[in-house]
């Protein structure tokens, strides 16, 4: 079934600077597991790790860490349940292992590409990472080594685990002309194929398993979101509510997705589909976070379409004042959040292994 946009906003989000965390574009932006942390990176290579002054939606942040990086950063990945430990996923062929109370990395994990996307297991032993390449590593936490490898023939891109930590989810792309998917790899098999679902026209980029494993999301440049059924990995939803959708991420509670592109945010009911709001960012978006307890959204932004705005309005203040002062440094880094409790109690589900019957194509459900 295909959920169209709603026209008015049901939830009234607030939107407001974070502070002035970077003055650079920002290409990461992740919370860590208790919603305490929020990591993000920008494009000038510096991670910096910000504190949130209490639980509540309009928590101020402060900066406690930073980490100067000598090449670009692709990701930040924190581990499932240790609050302070996250991974700085690297295009060179490098991931960093940190405690946000060191003044050095834990490790160093080496790749054989540029890594472009890493997942943490859920049971927090395993850290996956593809890179661009289309090679899968799978690392050891414990003994910080690799374990598994596996190489794509065709393009893969963002990566997932199921709940019991025995499958790697993968979004695919170019498998067949014109087809994207999930491939499901058993992690006990040697990264054996265990079960593909083709279910989009175009390839699929973005993937996000709900924190209560009990959904997936997945995004494709055939401008669908796709809404899965875990447990019986078939598609139950599409979504249609932007031409392209580049970030997901689920509420704590997994009863809600929000997705961007370009200049907007969205936020869908993921069984109904229904659009709860929408949010013009008035800039490109890079990245989004939803806080893993509350209804707070952190999102980072881009400064090219900012300055350019900045600079022409620049332009039109210095026809007509002259002796104007300058204008502000865009923020970077919003927060939007909403007047919505979550569930107080997420239902995780309990389901050993994921079966694996034939998942129909999105189309067929439209």
């Excluded at 290579?45 to 692709?74: F, N, Y």
């Excluded at 098999?189 to 997945?218: C, I, W």
């Excluded at 997705?257 to 490109?284: F, I, P, Q, T, Y």
């Excluded at 995780?348 to 079966?355: E, F, H, P, R, Y």
């Amino acid at each position: 079934m295909l959920s169209q946009p709603a026209a008015p906003n049901l939830w009234n989000p607030t939107v407001r600077d974070a502070s002035s965390i970077h003055n650079k574009r920002l290409c990461e932006v992740k919370f860590n597991c208790d919603g305490t942390l929020l990591g993000s990176a920008t494009i000038d290579r510096t991670v910096k790790i910000g504190q949130l002054s209490d639980k509540s939606v309009m928590a101020t942040i402060r900066i406690i860490h930073a980490i100067p990086c000598i090449v670009s950063i692709a990701e930040i990945c924190w581990h499932p349940t240790d609050p302070n430990r996250f991974a700085v996923i690297t295009g060179d062929k490098i991931v960093d292992i940190w405690d946000v109370r060191a003044t050095r990395p834990a490790a160093k994990l080496y790749s054989l590409g540029n890594n472009i996307h890493a997942a943490w297991s859920p049971n927090g032993l395993y850290l996956a990472v593809g890179n661009n390449s289309d090679v899968l590593l799978v690392y050891d936490m414990l003994e910080f080594k690799q374990i598994k490898k596996a190489r794509y023939s065709y393009e893969m891109n963002e990566i997932g685990w199921s709940i019991n930590s025995d499958y790697l989810l993968i979004a695919y792309g170019g498998k067949l002309p014109d087809s994207g998917g999930i491939d499901v790899l058993s992690l006990d098999k040697e990264l054996e194929l265990v079960h593909t679902a083709q279910s989009h026209t175009g390839n699929a980029y973005s993937l996000q398993v709900d924190p209560t494993f009990r959904r997936l999301a997945m995004s494709s440049g055939d401008s669908l979101v796709s809404v899965w059924d875990l447990e019986e990995l078939i598609v139950y939803r599409g979504l249609q509510v932007m031409d392209t959708v580049t970030h997901i991420s689920f509420s704590g509670d997994g009863n809600f997705l929000a997705l961007a592109g370009d200049n907007h945010l969205v936020v869908c009911d993921a069984e109904s589909g229904e659009v709860m709001c929408r949010v013009d960012c008035r800039m490109k978006v890079l990245g989004l976070t939803w806080h893993p307890s509350l209804s707070l959204i952190a999102v980072a932004l881009d400064e090219s379409t900012a300055r350019e705005r900045e600079r022409e309005r620049g332009r039109e203040e210095e026809m007509r004042f002259r002796d104007k002062p300058p204008l502000p440094t865009p923020n970077f880094l919003k927060l939007v959040s909403f007047d919505i409790p979550l569930s107080d109690t997420a239902s995780v589900s309990t389901s050993l292994s994921l079966s694996l019957s034939p998942a129909p194509s999105l189309p067929s459900l439209l």
